[in-house]
């Protein structure tokens, strides 16, 4: 039977989401999914925040969304955040954990991206994010997916969600037993799921707009300017 993990989800400790933890954990048991990888940018404040809202049984994976100097990089199974720095560098932290790197919308040029060492990166990763649900034009994905056959890296899906509706929207397919992670480390695993999911980025935009909105409201009034 294949087991699916949405290998890309975002809770509310990312700026660009603001889904809490529970409801995360009632979206992704929702879906059907036999577990997820909590993947906030550049932290992993919420993941046992996930794992004690989800049914026993259920998979959730420490990641987190590293911001590299080029593109972003999902680090997978790690206790700690790697630093930002140069994707090669965010790499070796990765696996000095333990874990598993995998390259995110690595080729979506309308997000941060990866177009330097490719060959190099190739080299040193576990996988390639092929299917991302918020690509969307339909090459990004197609390029991720032909660099993943070049190089014979493993090809993974993530809903990249930000809001409850979107995850499962893509996912990873695990056809064996054992650990997602050794999964993928040895290729067992296949992308599915959609991507060209527009809405969801106009949801994040309106999101940020009303954070933005919020906090300089919340400095005009400390200073004074708004009080009578």
């Known amino acids: 039977m294949t087991r699916r ?12 989401s603001s889904t809490p933890p529970e409801h995360v954990a009632a979206a992704a048991t929702a879906a059907g999914l036999d577990g997820i990888a909590v993947t906030d940018h550049d932290t ?15 998979d959730v994976i420490s990641g987190v969304e590293v911001t590299t100097t080029e593109g972003h990089l999902l680090a997978l199974d790690v ?23 995998i390259l995110s919308h690595p080729f ?6 990866f177009e330097t060492d490719l060959e190099a990166l190739a080299d ?3 996988g390639v994010e092929a299917i991302n649900s918020r690509c969307i034009r339909r090459r990004f994905n197609g390029r991720a997916t032909a660099f993943a056959a070049a190089y014979d890296l493993a090809a993974t899906g993530g809903s990249d969600a930000h809001f409850p509706m979107e995850i499962g929207r893509a996912y990873t397919g695990v056809e064996s037993d054992g650990s997602l992670v050794d999964a993928v480390r040895e290729g067992r695993v296949r ?8 809405s969801g980025h106009a949801a994040t935009k309106l999101h940020q707009f009303r954070t933005a909105t919020s906090h300089a409201v919340a400095n005009l009034t400390s200073g004074g300017i708004l009080r009578r």
Do not use: K
Request: contains cysteine.
């Open 191 to 198: 992308p599915s799921g959609r991507g060209r999911y527009l």
């Open 5 to 16: 993990y949405d290998l890309q989800v975002h809770t509310d400790a990312s700026p660009c």
């Open 108 to 113: 979506d040029a309308l997000r941060q991206y």
């Open 44 to 58: 992993l404040a919420n993941v046992d925040a996930v794992r004690d809202a989800v049914p026993d049984g259920f």
């Open 79 to 101: 206790a700690e955040a790697p630093p930002q720095t140069d994707p090669l560098t965010v790499v070796d932290h990765v696996h000095d954990q333990g874990g598993v790197a």
């Open 124 to 126: 040193a990763v576990d």
